[in-house]
């Protein structure tokens, strides 16, 4: 928007630089009525709608008993560093399961969308394992894990929980995030491919260099949704006995028969994953952008 | 000989439009106007401000400043109902931008039944005589990846021709197509042209220019250098910048 009288590009057959005519002045006076008009819209149904709410909870028979048992605020910080404490092991298993995960989902959504007969066998496998832990509920995976694996005494020392919790969630991810990136693959048009092995690349070479870089562009979006959906689901590993956030507040919640843990450990998660959702909307919004770009050009 | 006399108020009236994206002025000072039956076209290079120009006749982007009158309606207006106004110009892109998941039939009905509430059997018989028109009446039944370029142009000129519009935009519709297609849509054009279409037409056929132009207006740098009919501007023309353009065409062998 070139709102001051901007002078046009060099050497510009315009001449004199422009200055807006009445017209022009009017159709803006319009416009930031109508936005005036707009933002009291806004403004007026937020109010209602919000204001409602807020009378509608504030007013109820009950409220007084929730706002003890759930906002208690002064036991609320009290709790606080214990479940920081707890946070810190959801946040740090989440790293090293996104980690883990982007490798081996990587590789079984290369091995799914590979042609070569080689690889036959590998193919039929790695379909079989998507099949199966991406029909399968998170938390059956873990009990499954958590408790089977132990049962066969592989090693003299039982393996952590924490280590077997994380391993079940890591393989159930890898499956989701594999089909995910195996789209974004299928959806690089098959004439990219051509172009590149046309040139000479190799069929490594074309993916590494033409069709991944295309792909997982088109793919951030529904992964940055995936991961967001996993630090949550880490916390699922508390059914096994560690003691992460969502456990940590249960144990505090049974002390002291106050809800107020819960509400705190939801805000250490909202803290997280509110920013990752609206960066998520944010590359959502770069990608549409880009490929209109490329359609109007 | 003025080319333009045909009688009637102006369909269609610029007056010094401008429109910049950024620091780029695409149009700086645009004046055009379009009597009812006539046919305006526009050449000049890539990026001249052809297609920038027709996005904003039809609000698809908004001008910085200046006049657009639609039947004497300023469309730029902020007040101004951009449904309605669309729905009297018609537009075919240079990439089609057919519907892929409906038949060649649904594609030219849709607006006609969602727009303007006609009838499913009134819209199919409008459509159908239409595609009879332009040789296509066994196609509306088809889904349009299964037609040939030429075919596909010529199903989205229908398409905009089906809500009956006061107006015709044609952004460069053959530039996509090999030389052979690229006739059977320029007939398509031509057959519009005999009934009193109003039309404005980017285009790089200066052949074509030719044959359907009552006005031809040369752009270049988002300013009209030349304009009249098209004897005097591509037969003979006086600006440099234009002979220029010219010049290099028909090096190009497009002439």
Redesign the interface.
């Known amino acids: 928007m070139t709102q001051n009288p901007s002078t046009g590009p060099a050497g510009s057959p315009a001449g004199p630089v422009w200055v807006p005519s009445e017209a022009e002045l009017g159709r803006r006076r319009i416009r930031k009525a109508q936005d005036r008009k707009r933002a009291l819209i806004a403004a007026a149904s937020s109010f209602v709608i919000i204001g409602g709410l807020v009378l509608l909870v504030g007013t109820s028979q009950g409220w007084p008993v929730v706002r003890q048992t759930f906002f208690d605020v002064q036991y609320g910080w009290e709790i606080l560093p214990l479940l920081l404490e707890a946070f810190r092991l959801n946040l740090i298993l989440w790293v090293i399961a996104a980690v883990a995960i982007g490798i081996i989902s990587m590789l079984l959504a290369l091995v799914r969308t590979s042609t070569s007969p080689a690889l036959a066998p590998l193919r039929f496998l790695a379909t079989v394992y998507v099949d199966v832990f991406r029909g399968t509920p998170l938390l059956l995976v873990i009990y499954l894990i958590g408790f089977g694996i132990p049962a066969l005494q592989l090693t003299e020392r039982p393996i952590p929980v924490v280590v077997l919790g994380t391993t079940a969630v890591i393989i159930t991810y890898a499956a989701y995030v594999a089909e995910v990136i195996r789209s974004g693959i299928l959806s690089v048009h098959p004439s990219q491919r051509a172009a590149a092995r046309s040139l000479g690349l190799s069929h490594f070479q074309t993916l590494r260099h033409v069709v991944l870089p295309q792909a997982i562009r088109r793919v951030v979006p529904p992964l940055l949704n995936d991961l967001v959906a996993l630090l949550k689901d880490v916390g699922l590993i508390s059914v096994l006995g560690v003691v992460e956030v969502i456990r940590q507040a249960q144990i505090l919640t049974s002390k002291s028969f106050n809800f107020t843990p819960y509400v705190v450990a939801s805000i250490l998660f909202l803290i997280v994953t509110i920013p990752l959702t609206r960066l998520t909307d944010r590359v959502l919004e770069r990608t549409i952008a880009r490929q209109n770009a490329q359609g109007s050009a | 000989m003025t080319g333009i006399d045909r009688a009637g108020a102006p369909v269609l009236e610029l007056v ?1 439009v ?1 429109k ?1 994206f950024g ?3 695409v149009l ?2 645009v004046s055009l106007t379009v009597p009812e039956h006539s046919v305006t076209v526009l050449i000049g290079a890539s990026g001249s401000g052809k297609s920038t120009l027709l996005r904003c006749i039809n609000q698809l982007e908004r001008v ?4 657009i009158l639609f039947d004497g309606q ?1 469309v ?4 101004a109902d951009v449904d309605d106004i669309r729905q009297r110009i018609g537009i075919v892109f240079q ?1 089609f931008n057919l519907f892929p998941h409906m038949r060649v039939i649904d594609n030219i009905t849709l607006a006609l039944r969602k727009v303007h509430g006609v009838a499913k059997d009134e819209a199919e018989a409008r459509a159908l005589e239409l595609l009879s028109r332009f040789s296509l009446a066994d196609k509306a039944q088809q889904y349009p990846d299964r037609l040939s370029g030429g075919q596909q142009q010529r199903v989205a000129i229908v398409r905009a021709l089906a809500v009956q519009p006061r107006l015709m935009l044609f952004d460069e519709v053959t530039s996509a197509l090999d030389p052979v297609l690229v006739n059977e849509v320029l007939s398509a054009v031509r057959e519009l042209r005999s009934e009193g279409m109003t039309m404005v037409i980017a285009t790089h056929e200066m052949g074509f220019a030719t044959q359907v132009a009552d006005e031809v207006c040369f752009l270049a ?3 009209i250098h030349e304009r009249g009919t098209p004897q005097q501007v591509i037969e003979d023309p006086q600006d440099p910048d234009t002979r220029e353009f010219l010049r290099r065409v028909r090096e190009a062998g497009r002439l």
């Open positions: 010094d401008r910049s620091h780029d002025v700086q000072g910085d400043d200046g006049l300023d730029c207006d902020p007040r990439s740098g988002g300013v």
